[in-house]
């Protein structure tokens, strides 16, 4: 399963699609929720290509494009935490262990 998959996985089983970008929660916090859930490092790009990949809406957060310009710092979606799913994840703190 490549990471992507598992942010696939974890949007599918622990967000809730909304009709409305959600500017509550970033593509950067979303992807921690994966990390700490999939207990291995998650990219930002790898977030986002997921979502981008189920076909939710997006919307930038102005910032500098760094490299690709499909990658802004943050993106937003159309998706939100599910509050009564995502309490049972064993929040810790995710260190990087690979590239």
Not at 64 to 87: H, L, S, T
Request: glycine share 6%; aromatic share 14%.
């Amino acid at each position: 399963m490549t990471k992507i998959d598992i942010c696939k996985t974890f949007i599918k089983e622990y967000c809730i699609k909304t009709d409305r970008i959600n500017y509550n929660n970033s593509s950067y916090g979303f992807k921690h929720m994966v990390e700490n859930w999939a207990g291995k490092y998650i990219s930002n790009d790898d977030f986002i290509d997921a979502c981008l990949e189920l076909g939710l809406l997006h919307e930038d957060l102005p910032g500098k494009v760094i490299g690709n310009p499909k990658y802004q710092y943050n993106k937003y979606f159309n998706i939100r935490p599910d509050k009564k799913k995502i309490k049972n994840i064993k929040w810790k703190y995710c260190q990087v262990l690979e590239a």
